[in-house]
């Protein structure tokens, strides 16, 4: 495990000049590498925050991975495989990214399979209709994609680094969402119900994905000051909201908040309340596939156990043969 | 419309799409992340060919259908791939071997067909020739790794090997039309495929340690589309929307 560059100290006992100096770096947008110093508290919002998105894109391969059997075509097969193993390789990308922070893999797995690190709520809704795997490329990849740009330039640099390559990805899947929910809303009258129930039931959920707002938002000052963050939760939600009205609408489907309106003055659109219960209660564990979400994983974990000791046991083998 | 050559496109097609649709289904569920993505990717690859075969079915057929037409609204009786293509996914070492016999089939196979006489069908197989190696060095590579480890490993190879050598003849198993159609220099010759296909696996036997079971149902059918009871659940899930929504784009 790599430790090197990082105190023990908890936040308060580490030396003014350290955090002084530390804040500077930060201030003149030099990144921050794994060797450098760094304050407790930064390295463990960084560990929280990158493993929860790695977790996400882990978990999230499974309500996508719903529709590959049942594609509806050759093509969409192909597509979604593709835009999963893509999903993987994310959180290949970021867990390589963490363990720069001092912690391995079999940890960070382990926190997911125990319940105590969390992955993105929206994971926990069902996709019940192929139209739900378009309305998951176009709300679920295009949110993520408000939430990651800001991410390519986050001031820890393994993690800005792997942002950028994720994010030409993640626009990509964006797009072929948009292009599935395109030909459902210009197919039959049945393509286009299915269409619009997917974006009723996923709107909402998507608008959660950014986290709460920013007046109950716990994490969200620290990390604009270190740059961990760079727009607050409310912000970034309403740039979604602003780019992808106009989308559903040249769907010629109906966005599901009867306050929807275009707002002059502001240059916003004004937008009904989210249902923060809902918000909490799936965050708590008590979403529609909390539950299959992670006995899918931890299934998946414990079958494959006999695969992994058995890897490791043919490699000792074969250094105890070289040896 | 050449019928004959349309069956065995259909066949070498139906082949690698029934094994894509089980790999896919490991999508999400690998024994862990790097597995899950070339699992994946394997499936993905073989999807892949399988387009490109009904592409050539379609030419040849002179018919106006479409690939997708052809793997979503045929019924299982109109299949023609081996009974081994459609087995279920089963655990890791069932997957595996399933695997990396179709590999070594499909190796000898398209080095084969990349010298037919049908231009389509040689250029489709010397690209599906470049992914099947690298599919044959990952699942060898793994049929080595888990017959040569743990006890549990070894029990679970010797077990899948039991469950599915009596269904690799099938996989050589050739009809009239396909003779006429070697004699042709369209497609391969399959007894040569065989008699390569049994030395290599042969060695893996004897490197892996694994002990040929000495008797078992001699699987058959899928050249006249009797299929196992397997095929019909794989189509129903894959082809659901087309059916239920016949005449959509999507």
Known sequence: MYSQGLTDAKGGDEPAELLAEFQAKIDREEKIEPRDWMPEAYRKTLIRQMSQHAHSEIVGQLPEGNWVTRAPSLKRKMILLAKIQDEAGHGLYIYSATETLGVTRDQLNDELLTGKAKYSSIFNYPTLSWADIGAVGWLVDGAAIMNQVPLCRTSYGPYSRSMIRICKEESFHQRQGYEIMTVLARGSKEQKDMAQRALNRFWWPSLMMFGPSDKDSKHSEQSMKWKIKRFTNDELRQKFIDATVPQAEHLGLTVPDPELKWNEQTGHYDHGEIDWNEFVNVIKGNGPCNKERMQARIKAHEEGAWVREAAQQYHANKKSEAA | ?250
Not at chain 2, 190 to 213: G, H, N, R, T
């Open chain 2, 1 to 250: 419309m050449e019928p004959a050559l349309y069956q065995y496109l259909l066949r070498l097609a139906d082949s690698s799409l029934t094994m894509g649709q089980r790999l896919a289904e490991w999508c999400g569920h690998g024994p862990y992340l790097e597995e899950d993505v070339a699992l994946t990717n394997v499936s993905l690859d073989l999807i892949g060919h399988a387009q490109m075969f009904y592409q050539i079915a379609v030419e040849v057929s002179g018919e106006h259908k479409t690939p997708d037409d052809l793997a979503f609204l045929r019924d299982a009786h109109e299949f023609r791939n081996p009974l081994l293509t459609e087995l279920p996914k089963g655990d890791f070492a069932y997957t595996t071997l399933k695997q990396y016999f179709v590999d070594v089939f499909n190796l000898h196979l398209y080095q084969a067909l990349s010298k037919s006489k049908h231009q389509p069908l040689a250029q489709a197989a010397k690209k599906a020739l470049m992914e099947v190696k690298y599919h044959l060095t990952r699942s060898q590579a793994w049929c080595e790794r888990l017959s040569l480890s743990t006890d549990e490993a070894k029990q679970r190879m010797q077990q899948a090997f039991d469950d599915l050598w009596f269904y690799t003849p099938e996989l050589f198993e050739t009809d009239e039309a396909m003779l006429q159609l070697a004699d042709q220099g369209l497609i391969a010759d399959y007894s040569v495929l065989q008699s390569y296909w049994q030395q290599q696996v042969s060695d893996l036997i004897s490197k892996c340690q694994l002990v040929v079971p000495q008797s078992g149902w001699l699987a058959t059918g899928g050249l006249q589309g009797e299929h196992s009871e397997h095929l019909g659940y794989m189509l129903a899930e894959m082809q659901f929307l087309q059916r239920a929504y016949p005449g959509c784009e999507w």
